[in-house]
T-cell receptor, first 114, second 115 residues
């Protein structure tokens, strides 16, 4: 069965620190990849997505992610975090033969200290 | 802007009750989804629907059913609520795409407590 694994359950950083959140998936075919963010008290919203082409994708608020097919990974990065980035981050994978279904990782809670 | 509206933010019910959670989207999306979100487990798919009157089981359908009588509305039903169904429930919708790469749009969630 397909699965998505986020290695870090809770990450605590100081403002201006660099961020990298890991995401690995298990599926050998063509995939679409997503990162969603859930700010405290708000609904999940799309941060960025990868469908094809350049494996380095840029999203909103200075986030980017790199798809490394050989490693089945789609790690999220940001060079310098802000207090307002405090949120829970979810990686999700959709396989092209699975319709619109998404498989989500367990989530990573990011706390940024001012 | 896409709007996915869930009928309640907070709901408290008793064991054995039949519970209805409602979700409405205003973007004419074909796909609609129900998830539950639990700490450390992420989002798990309960049921989804590609069209009116169509439904497919997700990863954890036991104890739940759904109804989609109109395109914009997708209801989740707990037939006989149990305490292990206490959770945050999220509804989402998306366009149907040939390559299934359409992002999902989420509602604010319903925090359901079963006593």
């Amino acid at each position: 069965a397909q699965s998505v694994s986020q290695h870090n359950h809770h990450v605590i950083l100081s403002e201006a620190a660099s961020l990298e959140l890991g995401c690995n998936y298990s599926y050998g075919g063509t995939v679409n990849l997503f990162w969603y963010v859930q700010y405290p008290g708000q609904h999940l919203q799309l941060l960025l997505k990868y469908f094809s082409g350049d494996p380095l994708v840029k999203g909103i608020k200075g986030f980017e992610a790199e798809f490394i097919k050989s490693k089945f990974s789609f790690n999220l990065r940001k060079p310098s975090v802000q207090w307002s980035d405090t949120a829970e981050y979810f990686c999700a994978v959709n396989a092209n033969n699975q319709g619109g279904k998404l498989i989500f990782g367990q989530g990573t809670e990011l706390s940024v200290k001012p | 802007d896409v709007k996915v509206t869930q009928s309640s933010r907070y709901l408290v019910k008793r064991t054995g009750e039949k519970v209805f959670l409602e979700c409405v989207q205003d973007m004419d999306h074909e796909n609609m989804f129900w998830y539950r979100q639990d700490p450390g487990l992420g989002l798990r798919l309960i049921y989804f629907s590609y069209d009116v009157k169509m439904k497919e089981k997700g990863d954890i359908p036991e104890g739940y059913s759904v109804s989609r009588e109109k395109k914009e509305r997708f209801s989740l039903i707990l037939e006989s609520a149990s305490t292990n169904q206490t959770s945050m429930y999220l509804c989402a919708s998306s366009f149907w795409g040939v390559e299934a790469n359409q992002p999902q749009h989420f509602g604010d969630g319903t925090r359901l407590s079963i006593l």
